[in-house]
């Protein structure tokens, strides 16, 4: 079992930034793909970014290239989600996914059916 545990949750601020932390514990951490998804009010649960082991290797939903940065910090067992210019159509639930290694040689991104383990979701509201 893995478990995966969001914080870092808040109002999306226009033009403001959040991290979003994903904690790991359980198995062990280098055998996942680690990644973000999200669902807005009405839509899908979409793939948005998620990184290799080392870190050497990321992918990202085109909607979000060049503005949410994901990384990790193995030390921690923590995946990170740097949410930059937010605007509201980031309103979203964000949720933390483990997909096994051995499923695939390269990450990629994946549907939320390919997904191994979820964490519970993280809201990010939007400002009012």
């Known amino acids: 079992q893995v478990q995966l545990v969001e914080s870092g949750g808040g109002l999306a601020q226009a033009g403001g930034s959040l991290r979003l932390s994903c904690a790991v514990s359980?198995?062990?951490?280098?055998?996942?793909?680690m990644g973000w998804f999200r669902q807005a009010p009405g839509l899908v649960r979409e793939f948005v970014a998620a990184?290799?082991?080392?870190?050497?290797?990321?992918v990202y939903a085109d909607p979000v290239k060049g503005r949410f940065p994901v990384s990790r910090d193995n030390d921690k067992n923590t995946v990170y989600l740097q949410m930059n210019n937010q605007t509201p159509a980031h309103t979203a639930n964000y949720s933390c996914?483990?997909?096994?290694?051995?499923?695939?040689?390269?990450?990629?991104?994946?549907?939320?059916?390919?997904?191994?383990?979820w964490g519970q979701g993280t809201q990010i509201p939007a400002s009012s």
């Open positions: 996914a483990a997909r096994l290694t051995t499923r695939d040689p390269i990450v990629r991104s994946w549907n939320e059916m390919e997904t191994d383990y």
């Open positions: 359980g198995r062990t951490f280098s055998a996942y793909y």
């Open positions: 990184i290799t082991w080392s870190g050497g290797s990321t």
